[in-house]
């Protein structure tokens, strides 16, 4: 891939609490990377995804031809809506194009070897969208592909979504530093990139899970770890309880997902007479703040982890998160790729300069040898 770079930032949503991290310390490009985990990222590149995707909202007509001729390919081994929904339309309406390769037959890396798949895409191939078992399937390829790597969800994390929840949240409150989340139900691979998320932005998050199912300690480590060694912004709180009430206590926003994620469909009887005290109901959501909102990555499996009266609610965000899934991604694959030669200029169509827009950046890069788990 070229090692050219530009980026695409707005102001912050809310311009009353302006973000903490000074300018001088803003990256202007996330071209060349992978996007594998959440740990990927610093608190400062988490802030220019949102400000990216708050601007690529706004003004989708700026960025119609960003990515034109740019190509991605999706190689799922689960089945997807939103994921594989928000990416084609995304980078369609980006001037790109998507190949979908549906993979359920036979995992990646079971016919050739990953590395042989890996160097015959980075000769087609802009940027490669992975949705898989294994995650390490998702590292090995950003380790041998020389363009960019993109995790579409895994066993042990799903960034793209945490993102476009954090993003929900931004939309609605504004600054998210000091905002208590509370997720209640099954610590899986949302609750992991959740909980690096919320702390990255200022956030305070709580999560409830039976004994036995709650995420993995060396997310919830991590996460401390982000915490205690934040310099830009205040980072968030993370707190791990079993009591589902006490999370959701005066909670600004409730979430939760399905008890039995693909692939652990063995389980499903036991799990819902575990998690059946985590329901999300309306008895749940009456302990929270009285403006709090609902939250759900989807699929729901209503009348389990959700009743119907809260997921058809007013106070119901779900499928603004499914919507915002296309404008973070849309953010993610401009940072990655390269495209400023060929972005729209920051113009209205009378030729006057957009107000409130940060003109394109370009410099050099070098790509990031930075891995995940």
């Not at 706004?58 to 960025?63: D, S």
């Amino acid at each position: 891939m070229t090692t050219k770079s530009y980026a695409m930032k707005s102001t912050a949503i809310a311009q009353d609490t302006p973000i903490s991290i000074p300018a001088s310390k803003l990256p202007n490009t996330l071209a060349g990377r992978d996007l594998c985990s959440i740990r990927d990222l610093s608190a400062a590149d988490v802030r220019l995804i949102l400000d990216t995707a708050h601007a690529v909202k706004a003004r989708p007509e700026l960025y119609r031809q960003a990515l034109a001729a740019k190509q991605l390919v999706m190689f799922f081994e689960k089945d997807s809506l939103r994921t594989r929904m928000t990416f084609e339309a995304g980078i369609n309406t980006l001037g790109g194009s998507a190949i979908f390769i549906d993979q359920k037959g036979s995992r990646l890396g079971e016919r050739e070897t990953l590395a042989d798949v890996a160097h015959n895409l980075e000769r087609w191939i802009d940027v490669i969208v992975l949705r898989t078992y294994s995650h390490e399937t998702i590292t090995e390829m950003a380790r041998y592909a020389r363009v960019p790597v993109v995790n579409a969800l895994s066993d042990i994390e799903h960034p793209c979504q945490a993102l476009a929840d954090i993003f929900t949240l931004e939309e609605r409150f504004g600054n998210l530093r000091g905002l208590r989340l509370a997720y209640v139900g099954d610590g899986n691979n949302v609750a992991h990139s959740l909980l690096l998320t919320a702390v990255l932005t200022g956030a305070n998050i709580t999560l409830a899970s039976p004994k036995g199912y709650e995420p993995k300690a060396e997310f919830l480590a991590a996460a401390r770890v982000l915490a205690a060694s934040a310099e830009n912004i205040p980072a968030g709180t993370v707190a791990c309880v079993n009591d589902a009430s006490e999370a959701v206590s005066g909670a600004d926003a409730i979430y939760t997902d399905q008890w039995t994620s693909m692939g652990q469909e063995n389980e499903a009887d036991l799990r819902q007479q575990i998690f059946a005290s985590y329901q999300v109901n309306n008895k749940m959501m009456s302990l929270a703040a009285q403006h709090a909102v609902f939250m759900h990555c989807l699929p729901a499996r209503r009348g389990n982890e959700v009743t119907d009266e809260v997921m058809d609610s007013t106070q119901s965000v779900v499928f603004d998160q499914a919507e915002n899934r296309m404008h973070v991604q849309k953010a993610i694959l401009l940072l990655l790729l390269d495209a400023a030669d060929d972005a729209t200029p920051l113009t209205d169509l009378a030729g006057s300069r957009l107000e409130g827009v940060r003109p394109f950046t370009r410099k050099t890069h070098k790509r990031s040898t930075q891995s995940s788990f």
